[in-house]
């Protein structure tokens, strides 16, 4: 099982452009999410997806878009990027339950010029 | 709402010594308690998790953490640390009945050769 992958791993953007991070896991798990993480900020969610076909915002939904393709995929939309959005991204995913242990893939990191 | 603090940023600790990392969590209602490892360029991966019975609780690496109820603290112990322990620790809390977790702003642990 390769677990959660993440492309691309690393992606510079000029403010105004759009871009899709692509997330998918071969665990069968219900629920998967996107953070962000910035430097002395912790891991903050941007959308969770509790199952196929649901998604809900998190802490920072600002400026993102999501879409739960399938059960393996859940995508993450830049519509025009902005310098605030440089950060790493981080996909996880769970079985189901809140209680469950977080799977999370390599991370992409991206910088906004 | 849920929050989490971890108190210290960084934590320098000599080859060997024993290191506590420490955490406190507020919420109102019965939580679900993670500490997560983040090594150099990776994604966050489980260490250990409290969900319910005995409080102290026994993850990978020889890492260790207590639930304290009365204190609201998840703190995590290792009685001698390796050059190899060098990442960023995570410490995190669910409400039980929500489907997302939220993760404190991490702590860097530095072990001193």
């Known amino acids: 099982n390769a677990g959660v992958t993440q492309t691309p791993k690393f992606q510079v953007l000029k403010t105004g452009q759009s871009m899709t991070l692509q997330c998918a896991q071969d665990?069968?798990?219900?629920?998967m999410y996107w953070y962000r993480q910035d430097p002395g900020m912790g891991l903050r969610l941007i959308y969770y997806?509790?199952?196929?076909?649901?998604?809900d915002k998190g802490e920072v939904p600002n400026g993102y878009n999501v879409s739960r393709l399938n059960k393996r995929e859940f995508s993450l939309r830049l519509e025009s990027a902005a310098p605030s959005q440089t950060s790493v991204y981080f996909c996880?995913?769970?079985?189901?339950?809140?209680?469950?242990?977080?799977?999370f893939g390599p991370g992409t990191r991206l910088l906004v010029l | 709402a849920q929050s989490v603090t971890q108190l210290d940023s960084q934590v320098p600790v000599f080859e060997e010594a024993p290191v506590e990392l420490r955490c406190n969590y507020s919420?109102?209602?019965?939580?679900?308690l993670f500490w997560y490892v983040q090594y150099p360029n990776q994604g966050l991966q489980l260490l250990l998790k409290y969900l319910s019975g005995s409080t102290l609780v026994k993850g990978i690496n020889g890492f260790e953490a207590e639930f304290n109820k009365s204190q609201t603290s998840f703190h995590l112990r290792k009685p001698s640390v390796h050059i190899s322990d060098t990442a960023e620790y995570f410490c995190?809390?669910?409400?039980?009945?929500?489907?997302?977790?939220?993760f404190g702003k991490g702590t860097r642990l530095h072990i001193l050769p």
């Open positions: 995190a809390v669910s409400d039980r009945g929500h489907d997302k977790i939220i």
């Open positions: 996880a995913s769970t079985p189901g339950d809140y209680q469950e242990t977080q799977y």
């Open positions: 665990m069968n798990h219900n629920s």
């Open positions: 997806s509790a199952s196929e076909g649901t998604t």
């Open positions: 919420s109102s209602v019965s939580v679900y």
